[in-house]
Structure formats: structure tokens, C-alpha cells
């Protein structure tokens, strides 16, 4: 009988482990399905706001989606993910949401994902750290509605929005008196129009990769929010530092910023049923599977689409 038993025990044990396994394939399958197609695309979101979508065959295949934005028009202006009210001095900072949860909150025309953060930990698709609502410190200056809850700090370059959407991207972090919105990245990838090589740390490893970033011309007029998908093999596996530097540079950037990377790259524009992501996110190796953020960088437009 105890024989049998062992039997029934070591048979239950494999089938669970055999669920267990199977869990991840399941969803990455069907997720694929749910990702944008590999087809270029070009439409207007909103009054001076358009989307454009690649699908790049070389120097890989590569999935990549530019929001080009003039901040001359009327109603455009950012917004980025207020702090929280620290109950005491060792309290974090804000809380992680998605971003399309980021864009419905806060009744946004678009987001991406904005600065650095921590805690971080990612180990399988259930044990990952931050959750939806758990703490979190942004890296580098943030600034939402003329409250800057991050400091800034050393190598962390920041992007500094002032009144009269006038922008800028401060290279050594510090925005000027008067900054309503700011948020921070690691790397300048453009300056004064030249791509950049990465700096001696970054260079040894870099590898095609999830990209995030936010450009300006030099007016201080045209933004861009560029995104790139990776670690999705044969749909989107990624740019180089030094790729992404040169594809911004041709787009007529003055100057240019990295965001937060990899399973943070998303980008969310607002639907009549709510927000929904334009590009292909990847979380715990899940396509479509939204990471919760510290920190977003969003949009309020005319919010009559074309």
C-alpha cells in the first residue's frame, strides 16, 4: 500500500511540475498572437500628435515605434507620475504602475515609461518585484506639477519641461528654477545633432536590446518618444546603444536621452475603450505583459482624434 502510494504521489508531483512548466509556453504563445503586426504604419493620434510604426529587417528584425510631437499645439502639455506622501523620512518614493494604467488614471492621451528605478527583481512570471501599487524609488530628477520628490543626482541626465511647454535636456541632471515636469535617463545618446558612442561602461556590453527614449530638435518644438522592442526573437530583438544613437540622430534630434530599457519599454495611447499598447512590451519573458513602472512620462491633447 505504501508503495502505491509513493507511486500516486511521484505521478502527481510530475504532473504538477509538468503544469508548471507548461504555464509559460501557454502564455508566450498566445501571446504572439495579441502582438502589432510586422508592417509599417503611419497615422495622426491626435491634433499634433502622429504615430509611426517599422518593422525593420536589418541589421535584425527589429519592431520599432516613434511619437513624434509639436509642442506648439494648443492643448498639448506633459504630466509625469506624482510622488506619494511619505508617512515617514524612509518611505519610497511613488507607487509602480503600468502604463496604460498611468494613462486611464490620470485621463492622458499617450505615456511611455520614463526613469531608472528600484527595488527590482525579475525571477519567473510569478516571483518579479514590483508589483501594481508596491513602493518604489525613481534614479535621477522627477518633477510632477513643480514637485520634485526624486532628486537629482550624478550621471543621471534629465529632461526638464517648463512653462510654456518650453524643454530642455540638462546633461549633468539639474533642471532650472521654474521646472514643472521633469524626468530623468542615463545615457545622452545625441548631442548637439551627433550620435554619441556609449560611455566606456556600456560599451564592452553593448547588445541589441528594449529601448525607450525622448528626443528634441533644436528649437525645443518637435519631441519624439522612440521605442524600440527586443528579446523577441525573429518579431523584435532589439538596437544597440550605438545603433539606436545613430537611427535618432537621422531624424533631425538636437538631443537625446535613454530611458529605462528592457521589460519597462512600453508605450500607451488612450482609446474610447481605455488605454491600450501600441507596442509589443515583454515582462518575465511574457510578450504583452505589462511591467509595473516607478515613473511615466505622459501627454494631455486635444482630445478630439483624427
Same mark, same amino acid.
Given at each position: 500500500?505504501? +508503495?502505491?502510494?509513493?507511486?500516486? #504521489?511521484?505521478?502527481?508531483?510530475?504532473?504538477?511540475?509538468?503544469? !508548471?512548466?507548461?504555464?509559460?509556453?501557454?502564455?508566450?504563445?498566445?501571446?504572439?498572437?495579441?502582438?502589432?503586426?510586422?508592417?509599417?504604419?503611419?497615422?495622426? $493620434?491626435?491634433?499634433?500628435?502622429?504615430?509611426?510604426?517599422?518593422?525593420?529587417?536589418?541589421?535584425?528584425?527589429?519592431? @520599432?515605434?516613434?511619437?513624434?510631437?509639436? $509642442?506648439?499645439?494648443?492643448?498639448?502639455?506633459?504630466?509625469?507620475?506624482?510622488?506619494?506622501?511619505?508617512?515617514?523620512?524612509?518611505?519610497?518614493?511613488?507607487?509602480?504602475?503600468?502604463?496604460?494604467?498611468?494613462?486611464?488614471? #490620470?485621463? $492622458? +492621451?499617450?505615456?511611455?515609461?520614463?526613469?531608472? #528605478?528600484?527595488? #527590482?527583481?525579475?525571477?519567473?512570471?510569478?516571483?518579479?518585484?514590483?508589483?501594481?501599487?508596491?513602493?518604489?524609488?525613481?534614479?535621477?530628477?522627477?518633477?510632477?506639477?513643480?514637485?520634485?520628490?526624486?532628486?537629482?543626482?550624478?550621471?543621471?541626465?534629465?529632461?526638464?519641461? @517648463?512653462?510654456?511647454?518650453?524643454?530642455?535636456?540638462?546633461?549633468?541632471?539639474?533642471?532650472?528654477?521654474?521646472?514643472?515636469?521633469?524626468?530623468?535617463?542615463?545615457? @545622452?545618446?545625441?548631442?548637439?545633432?551627433?550620435?554619441?558612442?556609449?560611455?566606456?561602461?556600456?560599451?564592452?556590453?553593448?547588445?541589441?536590446?528594449?529601448?525607450?527614449?525622448?528626443?528634441?530638435?533644436?528649437?525645443?518644438?518637435?519631441?519624439?518618444?522612440? $521605442?524600440?522592442?527586443?528579446?523577441?526573437?525573429?518579431?523584435?530583438?532589439?538596437?544597440?546603444?550605438?545603433?539606436?544613437?545613430?537611427?535618432?540622430?537621422?531624424?533631425?534630434?538636437?538631443?537625446? !536621452?535613454?530611458?529605462?530599457?528592457?521589460?519597462?519599454?512600453? !508605450?500607451?495611447?488612450?482609446?474610447?475603450?481605455?488605454?491600450?499598447? !501600441?507596442?509589443?512590451?515583454?515582462?518575465?519573458?511574457?510578450?504583452?505583459?505589462?511591467?509595473?513602472?516607478?515613473?511615466?512620462?505622459?501627454?494631455?491633447?486635444?482630445?478630439?482624434? @483624427?
Amino acid at each position: 500500500m505504501q +508503495q502505491r502510494d509513493r507511486e500516486i #504521489f511521484r505521478k502527481m508531483t510530475s504532473f504538477f511540475i509538468l503544469i !508548471l512548466l507548461l504555464i509559460p509556453i501557454v502564455l508566450y504563445g498566445k501571446a504572439q498572437y495579441s502582438r502589432p503586426p510586422r508592417m509599417d504604419e503611419t497615422r495622426s $493620434l491626435f491634433p499634433g500628435i502622429t504615430y509611426e510604426r517599422q518593422a525593420l529587417s536589418k541589421p535584425r528584425p527589429v519592431m @520599432l515605434h516613434k511619437i513624434s510631437i509639436d $509642442l506648439t499645439t494648443p492643448g498639448i502639455r506633459p504630466f509625469v507620475t506624482p510622488g506619494v506622501v511619505s508617512i515617514s523620512p524612509n518611505s519610497l518614493e511613488t507607487v509602480a504602475r503600468t502604463v496604460t494604467e498611468f494613462v486611464d488614471e #490620470f485621463d $492622458l +492621451q499617450l505615456a511611455i515609461n520614463a526613469n531608472f #528605478f528600484n527595488p #527590482f527583481r525579475e525571477e519567473t512570471p510569478w516571483d518579479f518585484y514590483p508589483r501594481i501599487g508596491e513602493s518604489v524609488n525613481s534614479l535621477g530628477q522627477v518633477t510632477s506639477n513643480r514637485n520634485t520628490y526624486s532628486p537629482a543626482q550624478e550621471g543621471w541626465s534629465t529632461v526638464c519641461f @517648463l512653462a510654456q511647454n518650453r524643454v530642455q535636456i540638462d546633461e549633468r541632471g539639474f533642471c532650472p528654477a521654474g521646472t514643472e515636469q521633469a524626468v530623468a535617463g542615463n545615457d @545622452l545618446l545625441v548631442k548637439n545633432g551627433k550620435p554619441l558612442p556609449p560611455p566606456p561602461y556600456e560599451a564592452s556590453k553593448d547588445k541589441p536590446y528594449p529601448r525607450s527614449i525622448i528626443a528634441i530638435d533644436k528649437t525645443g518644438k518637435k519631441l519624439w518618444l522612440v $521605442l524600440i522592442d527586443g528579446k523577441q526573437f525573429q518579431y523584435s530583438e532589439g538596437l544597440t546603444l550605438v545603433e539606436t544613437a545613430e537611427y535618432i540622430a537621422k531624424l533631425g534630434a538636437e538631443t537625446a !536621452l535613454n530611458l529605462d530599457g528592457g521589460g519597462s519599454v512600453t !508605450l500607451a495611447v488612450q482609446t474610447p475603450t481605455g488605454a491600450k499598447v !501600441l507596442n509589443a512590451p515583454i515582462q518575465t519573458r511574457i510578450p504583452m505583459r505589462e511591467r509595473p513602472v516607478a515613473v511615466q512620462i505622459g501627454f494631455f491633447a486635444p482630445k478630439n482624434q @483624427l
